[in-house]
């Protein structure tokens, strides 16, 4: 729901740059031996299994989503593993009348605590009613309580990706005053930061916040800014030792199209981020503080009826996974060294259609695909050794 909201500004803002299902031939299509594994529903009303995120949390799994009951009426959903193929339901405690109707679609784990983001659109204007979930001792997952205007209210864009670090956690996300951040020591009260002079918007951009990591000593923030003269975004990003100052850093857009950063990860001892460059899904890396355009894979469908955005990224050592929209479908790809992408067969497809999703997570190990095609959300895994490396 809030990444449709991202997503419709990247899908006009591609066709302007004349988005093309054209692009170089594909490397040789990669072929992993896909694992599938079964969700127990949890106790409750009957629904459908709906998967939104998932993370890989020390020798644990965690998958989050919500019950779709049979008359549309949704309710938190979470899954926890310590082999990936043995799964539990997670009881969970909301706090409020959304809470208990909230969809998970974001989670994250620092030094085994699990933090999540959920919503459930409501209220006289139908907006996204948003809290954070923190993983309790006692192994529930609890609605944290909050003002309504810390997520919400007049000036609320959206609530987008959480990650976890040394010393804390950073919420990425937009608010009418542009890119925004929440801080927190530890997971369960968050604070805002949103009239940062470097994140904010000025007379001469407007910025919006898409995914968080902390690359071992500092957090780095990335996003895209439309500018005042240039009909396409560019990409953007931010450091912040502390989370609550930060320094934008020089991004090159690779382009003179459309370009942003939409998901980030560390890559061992650099920083990988992709985003859409042009008709193309692009990369970019971060290498002694200083930001690359790198390769392009992929196409953009210029007959989708969908916006194209990226939907996962994982990485372990020099190894990385992305999965996407390019419109139409969502669609996989894996480095498979040298800087080579190439396509990744999955044993479903979903079309880009409302909330149908395919996201990745990751260990040292293995891959864990996350599915979601209207119907059924459902979860395979695979060795990283059969994905080309």
Known sequence: MIRRTCAAVVAAAALLAGCSSSGSPAAGVLHPRWHEVVLPMPSGPAGRIALRAATACGSAWYVVGAIVGTDGSTRPAAWTSLDGRAWRSIATAPADYYSRRAILYAVACQDGQVVAIGAKSGGAHGNPRTATWRLRNDGVLQAVGASFVL?????????????????????????????????????????????????????SRTTSALDVVHDGSAWTVVGRAEQTGRVSAVPQAWVSSDGSRWTAQAVPPGTDGFADLERVVREDDVLLAVGIRDHRFGTWRRTGGSWHATESFGSLDRHGTGAPFVSGLVAAGRRAVVAASDGAVFRLWAEAGARTWRSVTTPTRPANNGDDLLTVAADDDTVLLVSDDGTSGRVWLTPWNTLGR
């Open 151 to 203: 997520y919400g209210g007049a000036h609320a864009l959206s609530v987008n990706r959480v990650a976890g670090g040394p010393g804390g956690w950073v919420i990425a996300g937009a608010r009418s005053s542009g890119a925004a951040v929440w801080v927190s020591p530890d997971g369960a009260t968050f604070r805002i930061v949103d009239h940062d002079p470097e994140l904010a918007s000025n007379e």
